[in-house]
T-cell receptor, first 114, second 114 residues
Framework: DQQVKQNSPSLSVQEGRISILNCDYT??????FLWYKKYPAEGPTFLIS????KDKNEDGRFTVLNKSAKHLSLHIVPSQPGDSAVYFC??????????????FGTGTRLTIIP | DGGITQSPKYLFRKEGQNVTLSCEQN?????MYWYRQDPGQGLRLIYY???????QKGDIAEGYSVSREKKESFPLTVTSAQKNPTAFYLC?????????????FGDGTRLSIL
């Protein structure tokens, strides 16, 4: 059962416009949500996170919104060619002894069109 | 520079062989993780370790083994019992017991069967 879902496998956006990537989750026990960016043949790179009790977090061109029930979104504005990558949404839940496990979505491939 | 080093970048395995993937970190992180990524799928947790000489099974541990003899090192062995080992393997590390702390990833090892 996929607890973290990214229903759009791909997204194309014109350079300079806003990119919106969506993520849905089913487990209400998740306490943090993280977004990662991944280029081919490289490991994921952490972008931004948000606590489950917050509704917005901003870092430069990146904003994550958590305003709807079991839904969050990553906004990139303005979109740049270097943003072309696969974006993974991940949810953090407690493993044991306070350490946390990340559950990943299947990713959305973002292509920025020059 | 602090980071996570995975080696080799590409690895080929013959049928019936065990192979070991290396993961070393100099971030002084307590927790380390191994993930597997298959095409079109998110990352799935194989094993994790919160402290030296201790490790736990993740979601897909069958056919894999690990050791954690040093804080810096968390090698993964893909055994002959793993019937579908072809995948991209990612190692990660993080601070232990910190809510929402991001995991930092290496650049991965791509394992293929000859």
């Amino acid at each position: 059962d996929q607890q973290v879902k990214q229903n759009s496998p791909s997204l194309s956006v014109q350079e300079g416009r806003i990119s919106i990537l969506n993520c849905d989750y089913t487990n209400s026990m998740f306490d943090y949500f993280l977004w990662y960016k991944k280029y081919p043949a490289e490991g994921p790179t952490f972008l931004i996170s948000i606590s489950s009790i917050k509704d917005k977090n901003e870092d430069g061109r990146f904003t994550v919104l958590n305003k709807s029930a079991k839904h969050l979104s990553l906004h990139i504005v303005p979109s740049q060619p270097g943003d072309s990558a696969v974006y993974f949404c991940a949810a953090s839940g407690v493993l044991n002894f306070g350490n946390e496990k990340l559950t990943f979505g299947t990713g959305t491939r973002l292509t920025i069109i020059p | 520079d602090g980071g996570i080093t995975q080696s080799p970048k590409y690895l080929f395995r013959k049928e019936g062989q065990n192979v070991t993937l290396s993961c070393e970190q100099n971030l002084n992180h307590d927790a380390m993780y191994w993930y597997r990524q298959d095409p079109g799928q998110g990352l799935r947790l194989i094993y994790y370790s919160q402290i030296v000489n201790d490790f736990q099974k993740g979601d897909i541990a069958e056919g894999y083994s690990v050791s954690r003899e040093k804080k810096e090192s968390f090698p993964l062995t893909v055994t002959s019992a793993q019937k579908n080992p072809t995948a991209f393997y990612l190692c990660a590390s993080s601070i232990w017991a910190e809510g929402g702390q991001p995991q930092h990833f290496g650049d991965g090892t791509r394992l293929s069967i000859l």
